[in-house]
């Protein structure tokens, strides 16, 4: 068993015909996941290789029993793709695009609050359960199936962790970005609510980044909620104090948001932080030693 | 990115929000002729992209025209906490009977924005809270629903009564801002309730969505007027992400997690980062091109560490880039590289047969730090 993706995920492409929608979904089929169709407007009836093009997604649906929907479609379309999925019903949503202007996702993650879509991202790799299912953009080549789970916020700081853990020949159940942005699908709760359910997964990893508060909230659930040993990783220790941060928004947080901060919240509740990569890896491999 | 005040007040103004007359100044001359023309008086207030300048000494009452040259000058001569000030706004006095706090904000643990309305106004939101809790009403806003009448009433019902219909009036204001414009922070403090009852934005700190500036025009057109260094200006130029740091390794790497945990194995390495420079996801060669070259222009820079995990990225086109670039530019220092993930081996391949004198490869992301912190010590 793997989390959120399978050996019967069967994906539809949304922005299939664009050039890195192409290349990706290409990838994602030479690895061996059912991509069973692609969407854009206007471009019904064409195919990619072979996989069939339709105008909208319900329309792919219908056709091809596709139940996860993957997203490639430039920033300014982005926000109606995840809702065009959302209201056909597809079950678990993946949005690659980074530069969704935020008004836009918070319209999205209200109309998603409460409702049976599962959306991953934006700005995000995606997903991979090594062996059975790649959606998104993480390089299968660096994986290997096993018993480790890796969720994070960043998405070449993941392959890197993941990259490491399989040089020491640590294997991995699903691996997972949450993606950068302020407001995004589901996180490092969710994520390790799936973790602690797998019966196949060991070990999570988590890997945070300074800004917000979700690793502190994530800390506070591991102490409730989570059995399975969790190792952690913050980037950004020697990181400037962030731009963005406006002091109305501070109040919201608190005086979270630095890298120590977080990883000291992680480190109260058990959760052995690494201060590398590297050392994420070498404990990970301590952990299930 | 972040307004300035008087820009910030041009934008509510442009929503109906009423601000005290006021006027931008460069010189102590357009200063002093401001307060004349508010009849002698004025309050001459520092334009910088940063807070506490009430306390910093960047907000003076000026009791004659004068005075709002000398305040002016000194400002612009002295900048404000190490940054040039080129500019200041020259304001009206207003009779102020009180002073409160409003604002919307973008609450990302919340996915909604938040209003908020304090009947403490001039002080640091955070201290209001944790020091008059009982004085700050919040409500989060479902975007599909907006901001709705009875959100208002509960916001605005703990002010004096004088008070609540302006305020009421603003908060409705500062959600369409929020929603027209692309606002991620739009802060009033204080708002003042004046003694004519009405009630105006004294302040105004407005943050607008990066991501959607493409469809804000006249805000974008804004930024040219914003100072930043001159490498960092060039970077956002061409739609890279730098922030310049005080040390000797240029770092450039794909995503910010990476670019981040790379300043920190730097340091960890006994180097230290001179920017941070982040190329996107799908970075092209001709990006990659630009990149080195921004990095390469900083005269800090003593060793170049390209750390980079292709996944939408291609790591032969990171290559290409690379090769391409220098024959622009001169590697004046060494460059370390360090390519992992999609088509890395090609990207090896070409940069082995280049064979250039200046580019070092790295096996890992660790040694590769290892190599550009030696190099730059």
Not at chain 1, 137 to 153: F, K
Not at chain 2, 40 to 47: I, L, N, T
Not at chain 2, 89 to 107: C, H, K, P, R, S
């Amino acid at each position: 068993m793997a989390v959120l993706i399978e050996d019967d995920t069967r994906v539809v492409v949304q922005g299939l015909t664009g050039s890195q929608g192409t290349f990706h979904a290409l990838r994602n089929r030479d690895y061996g996941t059912k991509v069973v169709a692609g969407v854009t407007p206007g471009k019904g009836g064409a195919d990619v290789e072979g996989i069939p093009v339709f105008d909208t997604v319900v329309e792919a649906m219908q056709e091809t029993d596709a139940n996860t929907s993957l997203i490639f479609v430039p920033p300014r379309f982005a926000a109606d793709a995840i809702l065009e999925s959302a209201e056909a019903l597809v079950p678990l949503i993946v949005c690659i695009t980074e530069g969704i202007p935020v008004a836009d996702m918070a319209r999205v993650a209200a109309y998603l609050e409460g409702r049976a879509p599962v959306l991953v991202g934006p700005n995000c790799p995606g997903l991979i359960s090594p062996g059975k299912a790649n959606v998104g953009i993480i390089p299968g080549e660096i994986c290997t199936p096993g018993r480790v789970a890796v969720v994070s916020r960043s998405g070449t700081l993941t392959y890197q962790i993941v990259h490491e853990l399989t040089q020491r020949g640590i294997g991995q159940s699903t691996c997972f970005g949450m993606g950068g942005d302020p407001i995004h699908g589901i996180g490092f709760i969710e994520a390790l609510e799936r973790f602690e359910a797998d019966p196949d997964t060991d070990l999570a990893i988590m890997i945070g980044e300074i800004g917000g508060n979700d690793e502190e909230q994530a800390a506070a659930f591991i102490a409730e909620h989570v059995t399975t040993p969790v190792v952690g990783y913050v980037a950004g220790f020697t990181a400037p104090p962030g731009k963005r941060m406006g002091h109305a928004g501070a109040i919201i947080t608190g005086s979270a948001g630095t890298a120590q901060a977080k990883a000291d919240a992680l480190e109260a509740v058990g959760v052995r932080v690494g201060r590398t990569p590297t050392e994420v890896a070498e404990l990970a491999e301590a952990a299930l030693a | 990115m972040d307004l300035f005040e008087h820009q910030g007040k041009d934008l509510f103004a442009r929503y109906g929000i009423r601000v005290p007359r006021g006027r931008v100044a460069t010189t102590p001359e357009e200063a002093q002729a401001a307060a004349e023309s508010f009849g002698g008086q004025a309050v001459v207030k520092v334009q910088v992209q940063a807070g506490g300048r009430g306390k910093g000494g960047g907000i003076v009452v000026a009791k004659s025209p004068e005075e709002a040259a000398d305040a002016a000058r000194t400002m612009l001569t002295d900048g404000f906490k190490g940054m040039p000030v080129t500019r200041i706004l020259a304001e009206e006095m207003v009779d102020i009977a009180g002073e409160f706090y409003a604002a919307i904000t973008l609450d990302r643990s919340a996915k909604r924005y938040l209003a908020m309305v304090s009947s403490e106004g001039g002080m640091e939101i955070e201290e209001v809270a944790r020091e008059h809790p009982t004085s700050l009403r919040r409500t989060h806003i479902d975007p599909w629903l907006g901001l709705r009448p009875y959100h208002v009433t509960w916001l605005t019902g703990h002010l004096p009564e004088a008070a609540r219909e302006g305020t009421a009036d603003i908060m409705n204001k500062l959600y369409s801002v929020v929603l027209g414009s692309d606002v991620t922070l739009a802060e009033v403090n204080p708002m003042a309730l004046l003694g004519d009852g009405d009630v105006l934005a004294l302040d105004a700190k407005v943050t607008v969505d990066d991501n959607a500036l493409y469809r804000q025009p006249e805000l974008e057109a804004l930024r040219s007027g914003f100072f930043v260094d001159p490498t960092e200006a060039r970077a956002t130029e061409l739609g890279l992400q730098y922030v310049k740091l005080a040390g000797r390794v240029g770092i450039i790497g794909n995503g910010a997690g990476l670019v981040m945990s790379t300043l920190d194995v730097v340091q960890q390495a006994g180097g230290s980062a001179a920017n941070f420079l982040d190329v996107g996801g799908g970075a092209s060669a001709e990006l990659m091109a630009a990149a080195l070259e921004v990095v390469l222009s900083d005269p800090d820079v003593r060793s170049v560490l390209v750390n980079i995990f292709g996944g939408i990225t291609r790591c032969d086109l990171v290559a290409e880039g690379i090769l391409e670039s220098l024959k622009r530019v001169e590697a004046r220092v060494p460059i370390v590289v360090r390519l992992d993930g999609t088509n890395a081996e090609e990207g090896r391949r070409i940069l082995t047969e280049a064979n250039h004198p200046r580019i070092v490869a790295a096996a890992t992301m660790q040694e590769a730090a290892q190599l550009a912190a030696d190099e730059a010590a």
